[in-house]
């Protein structure tokens, strides 16, 4: 293939084994862009960034055939999409974000149902307060948005003795592990989790997911944790729930997020709140580089990329 601009956020010498061929510019968000945008061939988004970074040199980009973004979601940059030429791929970060995600997923569930964030608490103050809480062992969890982020929490979650795991993604099909039931028999299947996982993508199917209805259908004190996105969920909808004190919630997403410091969630009953932390660790950067060794080889090569979720002009895959 002709020489053609492939833009990184990460800078590229950082990066061993690129393929040879392509122009190789370096821009994690910046103001100045590194080149013209109509040049650029393969943009991969800004990892980390406001919402409306990575979108912004997506009108101008007159050339690009691939989006390939280093999160899990791309909701963040389906907004730019309209912009482009059709035939476009829109590629995620699919076996980047997995083990980083599920780790927190299980830090979460843990420190929630243990009591940590009560014992942190304390240890400020110099208390010692025991008493019983609830063990993960013999739960029932829910996981709904069963992809490879839902299918790593189930891997960690396998030792610790589970009354039973129950999974839910967009349509049924069958797995190792067990069934996979659509997000239909989602109703049924709320009453009886101890845990419900969100690590769905947030879509227009999902957005709001998590409503009234969902919230009253969980059983008094269950747990709910959101690794997804905070728009899966209805936070006016969680806040009443929560004020109740009948369940619980760790999240790791909010809506709105970043979740300004006068925002009642941080101050809700039963909520532990992460800022977000579910990809960003050591994790990231040896399969964020793996990935776009990977992916742009393809590309060179003129070989079938992987990890497709949209063509511009085609619709979801």
């Not at 943009?43 to 007159?62: C, D, E, H, T």
């Not at 999160?71 to 076996?95: F, I």
Request: proline share 9%; with cysteine; charged share 20%.
């Amino acid at each position: 293939m002709t020489a053609a601009d492939v833009w990184l956020p990460i800078p590229p010498d950082e990066i061993d084994g690129l393929p040879e061929g392509p122009r190789y510019r370096f821009w994690d968000g910046g103001e100045e862009f590194p080149a013209d945008p109509a040049d650029c061939a393969f943009y991969v988004v800004p990892y980390m960034k406001p919402a409306g970074v990575g979108v912004r040199p997506m009108a101008l980009m007159r050339s690009v055939r691939v989006v390939q973004t280093l999160s899990a979601g791309t909701d963040h940059v389906e907004p730019g999409l309209k912009h482009l030429p059709p035939g476009v791929r829109l590629c995620n970060a699919r076996g980047v974000h997995e083990a980083s995600t599920a780790e927190l997923t299980l830090a979460l569930i843990l420190a929630s149902l243990r009591g940590i964030p009560g014992f942190v608490r304390a240890q400020d103050k110099g208390e010692w307060r025991g008493g019983f809480r609830p063990a993960l062992a013999d739960k029932n969890v829910l996981i709904v948005g069963y992809g490879s982020i839902g299918a790593a929490i189930e891997d960690r979650l396998v030792p610790f003795e589970l009354a039973r795991v129950a999974r839910v993604a967009r349509s049924a099909r069958t797995t190792e592990r067990g069934p996979v039931h659509p997000l239909t028999e989602l109703p049924s299947l709320l009453p009886e989790a101890d845990v419900v996982v969100l690590s769905t993508p947030l879509t227009e199917t999902t957005r709001h997911l998590v409503d009234a209805g969902f919230l009253a259908r969980m059983k008094d004190g269950a747990l709910l944790v959101n690794v997804a996105r905070g728009g899966v969920v209805d936070t006016k909808a969680l806040l009443t729930e929560l004020e109740t004190g009948r369940i619980t919630a760790a999240l790791d997403v909010t809506d709105p997020e970043p979740l300004p410091a006068d925002h009642p969630l941080w101050r809700a009953p039963g909520v532990l709140v992460t800022p977000h932390v579910g990809g960003p660790t050591s994790a990231f950067l040896p399969r964020a580089e793996r990935l776009l060794r990977e992916q742009l080889s393809r590309f060179v090569n003129q070989e079938e990329l992987g990890n497709v979720v949209l063509v511009t002009g085609a619709g979801d895959l």
